[in-house]
T-cell receptor, first 111, second 115 residues
C-alpha cells in the first residue's frame, strides 16, 4: 500500500465553482501534512501546512482527520489560475523526516 | 532571488556518462533534500543532509548515485554510468526544522535526459 494516495483526477470545474480533493495516508504516526501546488514542468510550491485539525488561507481550506487518516483541500470560488496539480504530502516523522508525496490531483478550471 | 537554486536546469547526456548537479539552498536552512520526479508521479525522496551530514538515503539510491554537502551549504548529486532509466527531474529542497514543522522549499529542478 502506498504511503499517500490521491485521486489523480482530472477535475474539470467551471470558474467560480467549489472543488474538494481528498488524500489518505497509511502511517498513523504521521506528524505533519502539507498541500503543494505544481504547475506543468515546474517545481512544487508550498500551498498550505496542516499541523492540527485544519488550516484556512483565503479561498483555500485544508482539514485533517487523524481518526480516518485523510486530509482534504477545499478551493472556493475557483479561478483560472488555480489550474495545476495539487500534491498531498505527509511527513511520517521517522528519523529521516522526509516527505512522502501523493501522485497529485490535476485540476483544470474552465472559463 | 533568495530561493533554492539548481544548476544546470537541463542536462542531456549519453548512456554511460557521468553527470553532476548542484543545489544551493536557502541560506539559513540547515536541511537539504534531493528528490526525483518522473512524469505523472509525485517526487520521490532520494537523500537528505542536516548541515554537512548525510543522514539518510533511500533504497532508490543505487551505488551509482552519490551526494555531498561538504561545507553544509551547497550540495552536489552525481550519477555515474547513467542509464536511460535515470531520465527524470531531479529536485532539491531545503528546510529549517523547528520541532515537527518541516516546510520544504523546492528549487526549479534539473531535468536529465539520458539518450
Amino acid at each position: 500500500r502506498k504511503e499517500v494516495e490521491q485521486d489523480p483526477g482530472p477535475f474539470n470545474v467551471p470558474e467560480g465553482a467549489t472543488v474538494a480533493f481528498n488524500c489518505t495516508y497509511s502511517n498513523s504516526a504521521s506528524q505533519s501534512f502539507f498541500w503543494y501546488r505544481q504547475d506543468c514542468r515546474k517545481e512544487p510550491k508550498l500551498l498550505m501546512s496542516v499541523y492540527s485539525s485544519g488550516n484556512e488561507d483565503g479561498r483555500f481550506t485544508a482539514q485533517l482527520n487523524r481518526a480516518s487518516q485523510y486530509i482534504s483541500l477545499l478551493i472556493r470560488d475557483s479561478k483560472l489560475s488555480d489550474s495545476a496539480t495539487y500534491l498531498c504530502v505527509v511527513n511520517i516523522g521517522t528519523g529521516a523526516n522526509n516527505l512522502f508525496f501523493g501522485t497529485g490531483t490535476r485540476l483544470t478550471v474552465i472559463p | 532571488d533568495t530561493g533554492v537554486s539548481q544548476n544546470p536546469r537541463h542536462k542531456i547526456t549519453k548512456r554511460g556518462q557521468n553527470v553532476t548537479f548542484r543545489c544551493d539552498p536557502i541560506s539559513e536552512h540547515n536541511r537539504l533534500y534531493w528528490y526525483r520526479q518522473t512524469l505523472g508521479q509525485g517526487p520521490e525522496f532520494l537523500t537528505y543532509f542536516q548541515n554537512e551530514a548525510q543522514l539518510e538515503k533511500s533504497r532508490l539510491l543505487s551505488d551509482r548515485f552519490s551526494a555531498e554537502r561538504p561545507k553544509g551549504s551547497f550540495s552536489t548529486l552525481e550519477i555515474q554510468r547513467t542509464e536511460q532509466g535515470d531520465s527524470a527531474m531531479y529536485l532539491c529542497a531545503s528546510s529549517f526544522e523547528l520541532r515537527f514543522r518541516n516546510e520544504q522549499f523546492f528549487g526549479p529542478g534539473t531535468r536529465l535526459t539520458v539518450l
